[in-house]
């Protein structure tokens, strides 16, 4: 079995191009727009592609058997990147194609989640490429598994474990009280890439789509309760009322702020974390995501609760 990670200089991609060469070495090409120099001292193989330009796929493809789709981009190339992918793979024969898509698919509903509940129909720019992307991958005519991580945090991620940090350590997100009483849908890093490893080699995942999510998520509350212990920022603060209202007037002014500065030459300037109206949501949303169709089709092993945390707080300290 040959693999080609598309999207190996991600945060996902790239831990499963190491977790592949740990396995078998020479067994994985990382696909990139340019090369590693992490990657070339371990002799992993890098294939220089870009799944826009469909022209750089086949060299990349020639005598893979397997493929994981891990790109990010925006929706727009989300949709053609996978596109090409795609055609590419089964011009070169791939045998299977493993994508990570997410449970942005489902929009905000709420409840109990399956694997073949419907997809939202109130989901954002990105859930609506997410969709478009799983219904070109059904329809592709290869042997397909379509992965959906939930809020994916530990080391490395920046919105669920290095935002969540900065806030709890600046006193503005902490016990929520009733507005934190949803449930958390974290995965580790770490269960991703050991899902997208069975996906690789289970016949039995073949054609099926997994939500991956904590089986057993704690509240919002408890998840911010339980980090801000493991990273000191105690004592955990409440938040009132009023504090909470300022956020939400403060959203919007700090998320067009962030925007301006990305797009110029100013990326060094500190700008505060905003608490958008989508990201507060989910505080309180009421939902949990069915593990039993991926408990025992892919079987992974999950990480507790209380080590995840560990694992993410240790990381997070290392940044400081």
Same mark, same amino acid.
């Given at each position: ?50 799944? +826009?330009?469909?022209?750089?796929? &086949? ?17 727009? +190339? ?7 992918? $795609? ?5 070169? =024969? ?20 399956? #694997?073949?509940?419907?997809?939202? +129909? ?15 991958? /059904? ?34 997100? =902490? ?6 009483? =949803? $449930? ?15 996906? $690789? #080699? ?6 099926? +789509? ?15 309760? #339980?980090?801000?212990?493991?990273? =000191? ?5 409440? $938040? ?12 919007? &002014? ?18 505060? #974390? ?26 992974? &092993? ?17 940044? /400081?």
């Amino acid at each position: 079995m040959i693999t080609l990670v598309a999207g190996a200089s991600g945060f996902v991609g790239s831990r499963v191009v190491h977790a592949l060469h740990s396995r078998l070495p020479g067994s994985v090409r990382a696909g990139l727009r340019e090369d590693r120099a992490d990657f070339a001292r371990l002799g992993i193989c890098q294939s220089i592609m870009d799944a +826009a330009r469909p022209a750089t796929l &086949p060299p990349a493809l020639d005598g893979v058997t397997h493929v994981v789709n891990a790109i990010m981009a925006s929706p727009a +190339a989300m949709i053609g990147t996978t596109r090409n992918l $795609l055609a590419a793979a089964q011009a070169a =024969g791939v045998k299977r194609f493993v994508h990570l898509s997410s449970i942005a698919v489902f929009g905000g509903q709420e409840g109990l989640i399956r #694997d073949d509940s419907p997809y939202g +129909a109130d989901v954002d720019a990105y859930g609506a490429a997410k969709i478009e992307c799983e219904r070109l991958v /059904r329809a592709s005519g290869l042997e397909w598994v379509i992965l959906r991580p939930a809020l994916i945090h530990g080391a490395g991620s920046e919105p669920w474990t290095a935002r969540i940090g900065r806030l709890l350590r600046q006193r503005r997100l =902490g016990d929520l009280a009733e507005r934190g009483d =949803g $449930l958390c849908n974290l995965i580790l890093v770490e269960d991703v890439v050991a899902a997208i490893l069975a996906a $690789l #080699d289970r016949p039995e995942a073949a054609g099926h +789509a997994f939500n991956l999510a904590d089986p057993d998520p704690v509240t919002w509350n408890r998840y911010l309760m #339980d980090f801000a212990l493991e990273i =000191g920022a105690t004592p955990v603060h409440r $938040l009132p009322g009023w504090q909470w209202k300022v956020e939400k007037l403060a959203a919007i &002014p700090l998320k067009l702020t962030a925007i301006a500065r990305d797009k110029t030459k100013l990326g060094s300037l500190p700008v505060p #974390d905003a608490i958008t109206p989508g990201f507060a949501r989910l505080f309180a949303l009421d939902l949990r995501y069915d593990p039993a169709k991926a408990d025992r089709l892919l079987g992974f &092993p999950r990480t507790p609760h209380a080590e995840g945390l560990r694992r993410a707080a240790i990381w997070f300290a290392s940044r /400081r």
